[in-house]
């Protein structure tokens, strides 16, 4: 008997996985992330980008059967999904699977809600079918890191397109072979490039990936079918869009070792790769004789990925939550780095301006991604080096609970729904108790 393909397998995985075997901390990181989600949701429902999207899709909706966060207009399923996943990931503080660069909640969970929602689906079905697409999303991430990402594919969208579908196909409760069928589908509509990170079409593709992986799953569920083979076959989704895949990584362990239970939460809304320039530029502000009009030039070292992503002119605040220069000057200038550091007034302020020209990035492949060396020289001569390889909110040094609840409640606020903020808190902490999603989207809308 032929060994199974990878769609096959991650369907067998998908279908046949159960809630009661899930270990005790991977549901508790499956809510961790949604709080982080849906609080990264709630802080961008004024914002202009989000506003239109909800007035594009508006124009393009069926029956409005799901929540939009923060709204008070409800959208079809698929329409619901494009626009929280374009709120949750607009800012660049949603959650990070650092080995991949995937942001897996943003693509998967508002397919998941919408879904769930239209059909009366339990709490405990929807984080259950979280990780099953985080795990789909991650996995095949791994498979095709790091050409995929090299050759321009925005891995978030592409591979959430993925997870998406998994996720959907599990709420839908598809067997082994129309799950496949839906991881297949995906393959074919799984799209989205770097090259536009800092533009507007950065959301077109985020958007999508939910609300290709509702459509996959529907039309696996139709009995429509994809190639056996559709992700790593000789002409599939892998090959043409990077390397070989690594057929390991989406196989061994699948089900035992779980890649979504390394998701990581942002303490700054800014590329993960730029948090360790910031924790370094932080601690050289705290040393003694540390001042900015006294720092006459700051090299910041890090690897490939960092310098590609960062270092680049900052003229909006899209590039200032991708740039090396804003960063340092944020953790060297102001000493904090916030949402509002990373916004127009930030951006313009001549302050930090003038502080970037300062900054200079330099390569060192000897360094781990995530990781970041920033020096400074003084005005005396003095030079004064820090290194960070674990920086707050990584793997090594998670965020607490405590932490993700302040950090939900400061984007509370700035969607203008502080006085829910307990109250959601408290009904996403609770979910995998919950009968259906009434409650919860009744808070969120």
């Not at 809510?31 to 899709?57: E, F, I, K, W, Y």
């Not at 660069?101 to 998967?108: D, L, Q, S």
């Not at 000897?366 to 290194?387: C, F, K, M, Q, S």
Request: glycine share 10%.
């Amino acid at each position: 008997m032929p060994d199974p393909t990878a769609t096959e397998a991650l369907g067998r995985f998908v279908a046949e996985s159960r809630w009661e075997d899930v270990p005790e901390t991977l549901r508790r990181e499956a809510a961790r992330s949604l709080l982080n989600h849906v609080g990264c949701a709630l802080g961008t429902a004024r914002d202009p980008a989000v506003r239109t999207a909800l007035q594009v899709m508006h124009g393009l909706s069926g029956m409005p059967v799901a929540t939009v966060f923060g709204q008070e207009t409800r959208l079809d399923a698929m329409g619901a999904a494009f626009v929280n996943a374009v709120a949750a990931n607009l800012l660049d503080y949603d959650d990070t699977h650092l080995d991949t660069v995937i942001h897996p909640a943003a693509p998967i969970a508002p397919a998941l809600f919408a879904l769930a929602e239209q059909h009366g689906l339990s709490g405990a079905a929807v984080l259950h079918a979280f990780l099953l697409g985080g795990e789909v999303a991650c996995r095949i991430g791994n498979a095709v890191s790091p050409g995929h990402y090299a050759r321009g594919w925005h891995i978030t969208a592409t591979c959430g397109a993925f997870g998406a579908a998994a996720g959907c196909a599990r709420l839908l409760v598809l067997d082994s072979a129309r799950s496949a069928q839906a991881i297949g589908i995906a393959s074919t509509q799984a799209a989205g490039t770097v090259e536009n990170l800092p533009t507007a079409a950065k959301n077109i593709g985020v958007g999508n990936a939910p609300r290709h992986g509702i459509q996959a799953a529907l039309f696996a569920a139709a009995g429509w079918e994809a190639a056996p083979a559709a992700i790593e076959g000789a002409l599939g989704w892998a090959r043409a869009s990077g390397d070989a895949p690594d057929m390991a990584a989406i196989l061994g362990g699948l089900g035992t070792r779980w890649e979504i239970g390394r998701n990581t939460y942002k303490p700054y809304p800014a590329g993960i790769v730029f948090h360790a320039v910031i924790d370094a530029c932080l601690e050289l502000r705290a040393r003694p004789g540390v001042v900015p009009d006294a720092i006459t030039a700051v090299t910041v070292a890090g690897d490939a990925l960092l310098l590609a992503r960062g270092d680049r002119v900052v003229r909006t605040a899209r590039d200032s939550r991708v740039s090396i220069h804003h960063a340092a000057a944020l953790g060297l200038v102001r000493g904090r780095a916030g949402v509002e550091e990373f916004e127009a007034p930030a951006v313009t302020d001549p302050a930090l301006a003038a502080f970037r020209s300062r900054v200079s990035a330099v390569l060192d492949a000897g360094l781990p991604r995530g990781a970041a060396r920033v020096a400074i020289r003084l005005a005396d001569g003095r030079e004064e080096v820090a290194t960070v390889t674990t920086p707050r909110g990584s793997e090594a040094r998670p965020m607490s609970d405590a932490a993700l609840e302040a950090k939900f409640a400061e984007n509370a606020a700035l969607g203008g729904v502080a006085d829910r903020a307990a109250a959601q808190i408290e009904a996403l902490w609770t979910l995998d108790r919950a009968p259906d999603l009434s409650r919860l989207m009744a808070l969120l809308a």
